[in-house]
């Protein structure tokens, strides 16, 4: 199977930054798009950011020109850059991954256990 093992979850202040790393390991063939998610107190979970295997990118509104999503293909890794954080952001953020593992014939989403971000203001 594969495991997402995220990372880099805190708090910090308003204004503040934040990387994200979220790691693919297990039987993978190949990976296709890995992405964030994320869900705030009380509200639906979120699309934030994608990435495909191509590179193209994709973010929901509130996080362009603040959020930069990238990836190491050697490494399965994708990260979230989180610049000019506002109490907005906090949530515990999801990393998400589409991938074909060997023993598959088509691809699946995987999910990560989830980090916590806290935007204090």
């Known amino acids: 199977q594969v495991q997402l093992v995220e990372s880099g979850g805190d708090l910090v202040q308003t204004g503040g930054s934040l990387r994200l790393s979220c790691a693919a390991s297990g039987s993978i063939f190949k990976i296709n798009s890995m992405g964030w998610y994320r869900q705030g107190p009380g509200k639906q979970r979120e699309l934030v950011a994608t990435i495909t295997s191509g590179g193209n990118r994709n973010y929901v509104d509130s996080v362009k020109g603040r959020f930069t999503i990238f990836r190491d293909y050697g490494k399965n890794t994708v990260y979230l850059q989180m610049n000019r954080l506002s109490p907005e952001d906090t949530a515990v953020y999801y990393c998400?991954?589409?991938?074909?593992?060997?023993?598959?014939?088509?691809?699946?989403?995987?999910w990560g256990q989830g980090t916590q971000v806290t935007v204090s203001s």
């Open positions: 998400n991954a589409d991938v074909l593992s060997f023993s598959a014939t088509h691809s699946r989403d995987y």
